[in-house]
């Protein structure tokens, strides 16, 4: 099996080829689910599960497919988001085997970040032009009944122009046992306190036997549709997320696909597809083969795919496809802007879950290193808050640089008067 590293998919080197020519080589299945999309027909989860099934001869028709869908329904801006990401707490007994990030209390590298340096570090990120805070942390079994609805106060009482994107639908379910409040009454006190929006994480794989599988834990596919449900009932919108590569397959994640899709006709509250590819090298589940066949990784074919998929079956429902930069590396994620991708994410600052399974990709990507990476494939470059209103577009000038979040730290002056240039234009 190839490995996500040593493979170039030659679909990379066609982009300049018409489709027609493309599809010459695809076997009829294919070549009619594409000629369905490209005329303007929804496609079933079968159709997604033939794509999946697709050669690496039908590769370029698939991504040239999801490249022109993508020209219609999102032009050729690529947006991305200034963020910070605070894991305020690595301490988890929930045991998914998948996971490299949870430790138990009594473990070296055990961390529960005090609220108000929580609150600290918000500032530091509005400071230096962030619109966002993500916040998401392991289900510590000492965290108060209240610290959700605390959290989320304290942040915003320090900086009440950011939003707060924070709380997994586990850590939802969690807090509202603690609480001991229907999930709904939980999600409002939430708002109440601030709250602006979920991410749409530990989704991983919503079919019953590939959880199961993956942890014994884990919020049920049932109970993690209802939390998302009943958030975006309540006006709280959230992002959708599969995690793929492991013991998975084309089955699970075209169903997975028409199942989100199937919420947002109902609910509209997703505002994007995010693909995450699991990190095998720290993980459990690989490094201890805890179930057998397990992959290390999706191949470079799979997570062109995935994206592109993602962007035909979920077109007109779901029109922003993400790609994660912390999983794939800059580079192989702004090739997948020819797959179907109108999203880079988040400038992120610094991250701590990816990394912790084994991710080799830096902490923080700048502004200005975001809009060059995306210039250079021929697009827009625009900046987003968190529910897509373009903020700011780089028609004609750069971002100001900042540098990193780290090499601030040893140029405070340096960082301070840049930071207060980089708010006025904000
Ligand atoms: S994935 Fe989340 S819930 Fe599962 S062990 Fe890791 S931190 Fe805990």
């Known amino acids: 099996m190839p490995s996500p590293e040593n493979h170039q998919p030659k679909a990379l080197d066609q982009l300049d080829v018409p489709i027609e020519q493309l599809l010459g080589p695809c076997s009829a299945a294919v070549r009619g689910v594409i000629d369905r999309i490209l005329s303007g027909t929804e496609l079933s989860r079968l159709d997604g599960e033939i794509l999946f099934r697709a050669s690496t001869q039908e590769l370029p028709a698939l991504m040239r497919a999801a490249d022109i869908v993508r020209r219609q329904r999102s032009g050729s801006d690529v947006s991305f988001v200034i963020v910070r990401n605070i894991n305020f707490t690595n301490v988890c007994y929930m045991g998914c085997r998948f996971c490299g990030f949870a430790k138990r209390k009594e473990d070296e590298e055990a961390q529960w970040i005090g609220m108000e340096e929580v609150a600290h570090r918000a500032q530091v990120a509005w400071d230096r032009g962030a619109t966002e805070v993500c916040m998401q942390g392991g289900l510590h079994p000492d965290l108060p009944p209240t610290y959700y609805r605390d959290l989320t106060r304290a942040v915003k009482k320090q900086v009440p122009g950011m939003h707060i994107h924070a709380f997994s639908p586990f850590e939802i379910w969690f807090g509202a046992h603690k609480r001991k409040m229907p999930t709904k009454e939980f999600l409002l006190e939430l708002k109440d306190a601030g709250l602006g929006s979920m991410p749409g994480t530990a989704a991983e794989i919503l079919d019953v036997e590939v959880r199961r599988k993956l942890t014994r834990n884990k919020l049920t596919t049932q109970a993690w549709v209802e939390t998302i449900r009943a958030a975006h009932e309540v006006g709280l919108r959230s992002t959708s997320t599969i995690m793929y590569g492991h013991v998975d397959g084309p089955e699970h994640w075209a169903a997975h696909i028409d199942l989100l899709r199937s ?164």
């Open 263 to 426: 919420i947002q006709k109902d609910t509209g509250g997703f505002t994007e597809f995010v693909p995450l590819g699991f990190v095998h090298s720290e993980s459990p589940l690989y490094v201890e083969k805890a179930i057998p066949g397990v992959r290390a990784g999706a191949t470079m074919e799979e997570h062109i795919k995935m994206h592109a998929i993602a962007r035909l079956m979920l077109t007109k429902w779901i029109d922003n496809i993400q790609v994660s930069w912390v999983k794939l590396g800059a580079e192989r994620a702004a090739d997948l802007l020819h797959a179907g991708v109108n999203d880079m994410g988040g400038t992120l600052m610094d991250e701590s879950i990816s990394r912790s399974a084994g991710a080799d990709f830096g902490e923080e990507l700048t502004p200005p290193e975001m809009v060059k990476l995306i210039r250079h494939t021929g697009r827009r470059p625009v900046r987003r808050n968190t529910l897509y209103h373009v903020v700011e577009a780089y028609d004609d000038h750069d971002p100001i640089d900042l540098g990193t979040l780290k090499a601030r730290a040893h140029d405070p002056i340096k960082f301070i008067k840049n930071a207060a240039t980089q708010r006025e234009i904000a």
